[in-house]
């Protein structure tokens, strides 16, 4: 294709809320990656939120409607970076306007939305990529490398999760400024369809584990509702969404995982799953005693300010479109198709929950292999 601004790729920023802002705005209005991508729009249905986000970080239209910025002829691809739950629906507006795609994690809420998503772009010859790209993270790169060489025997158990699941929204201190930028509320995060922890948090834990296990084969689950309303700036905001689960994962070859969600305590720290094997285990980022997590450790475009700032996991995500786009090379790891499973997993989830019945998962995707994960650390590992 042909950019429309000299050689780079003109991008829309679907919301100007705190990821619009943080993940897109902050890092693409960066001098670095000039040669690259231009923010050629942003649009957000608050009055004036747009015009203040265009004016803030340089973008050259500002507009209230998504539909206008679809009309845009100087934006190639879109990032959408509003409330889950509307994904889908602007994800097929961007594909019918002719728009290559990033999404925000979750990419929709149910496997067949993304099934939907993934027909048309692949219909119109259009790319998406859908966060959180856990695999570009050096640590899970050497989890899934230990594996591979048979440093921890046969797995047997992993557990991930997090805790603090819906206060950590309301007390982002990005939200409690005092002017359009930095007063966005988080109402979106506790209401259906699209919010809750597993959509929003969980999945970055499902991402990690499953990248580097492998796909899921069947899920268990529990779920319910503990905390119900939270308090934001005055404001009671009830909460719609269940916000612990706890998810029982089968892989195979009877390797069985826990995913956990919950308003209180972790066991697990960040992200990244601790791995049980009959030889070894990885535990706090930590394989029989070694630190995975190196100095020096950053992903592809984390360079100068980018891997300082905030949300740059995202931008990582946001960048591979990029370069997918104008080098039309391989897939990135940030893929559909791990997306649509994840998506999967949670949508079982929930239904195991519900019926208390054990649901299969039928959903897969492409593993990194050996060689892809030595070169990427031998190029971005520290």
């Known amino acids: 294709m042909k950019y429309n601004v000299g050689n780079q790729l003109g991008m829309g920023v679907v919301g100007a809320g705190a990821i619009g802002i943080n993940a897109a705005l902050k890092h693409l209005s960066q001098a670095d990656v000039q040669d690259k991508v231009h923010l050629a729009a942003v649009c957000d249905l608050v009055q004036g939120r747009a015009d203040a ?9 500002g507009y209230t409607g998504y539909e206008a910025l679809l009309a845009d002829k100087n934006v190639d691809a879109v990032t959408i970076c509003t409330p889950i739950g509307m994904h889908f629906e602007q994800g097929m507006m961007a594909l019918d306007a002719g728009k290559h795609i990033h999404f925000n994690k979750t990419m929709t809420t149910t496997k067949a939305e993304a099934d939907i ?8 010859g259009l790319k998406i990529v859908a966060s959180p790209g856990q695999m570009y993270w050096a640590v899970n790169q050497r989890i899934r490398k230990l594996l591979l060489e048979g440093r921890l025997g046969r797995p047997v158990w992993s557990i991930c999760g997090t805790g603090s699941v819906g206060s950590y929204h309301i007390n982002e201190p990005y939200r409690h400024g005092n002017d359009i930028l930095t ?9 259906k369809p699209g919010g809750g922890p597993q959509y929003d ?8 584990m499953t990248g580097i296990l492998g796909p899921v084969r069947k899920v268990s689950a529990m779920s319910g509702r503990v905390v119900p309303s939270f308090d934001f700036r005055g404001e009671q905001i009830a909460n719609e969404m269940d916000d612990s689960t706890t998810l029982m994962l089968e892989f195979d070859e ?3 995982g826990v995913v956990y969600a919950a308003p209180v305590g972790a066991v697990a720290d ?11 285990k990885v535990e706090g980022l930590v394989f029989n005693g070694e630190k995975l997590g190196r100095p020096g450790d950053h992903m592809p475009h984390h360079f100068g300010e980018h891997g300082k700032m905030g949300e740059n996991h995202v931008y990582e995500d946001i960048m591979q479109l990029v370069d997918w786009i104008a080098e039309d090379g391989k897939k990135p790891y940030c893929n559909v198709e791990h997306a649509r499973h994840v998506i999967d997993i949670i949508e079982s989830g929930y239904r195991a929950a519900e019926t208390g019945q054990t649901q299969s998962i039928a959903t897969g995707f492409d593993l990194l292999g050996l060689e892809e994960i030595n070169g990427m650390l031998e190029q971005y590992g520290g």
């Open 183 to 191: 007063n966005t509320n988080p109402a979106w995060y506790f209401k």
């Open 53 to 61: 986000a265009a004016a803030a970080y340089g973008v050259d239209k």
């Open 201 to 208: 948090v969980t999945v970055y834990c499902l991402h990690a």
């Open 254 to 256: 009877n390797l069985f």
């Open 117 to 124: 998503l993934i027909a048309k772009a692949e219909s119109k």
């Open 270 to 280: 960040g992200f990244s799953p601790y791995v049980y094997g009959l030889s070894g």
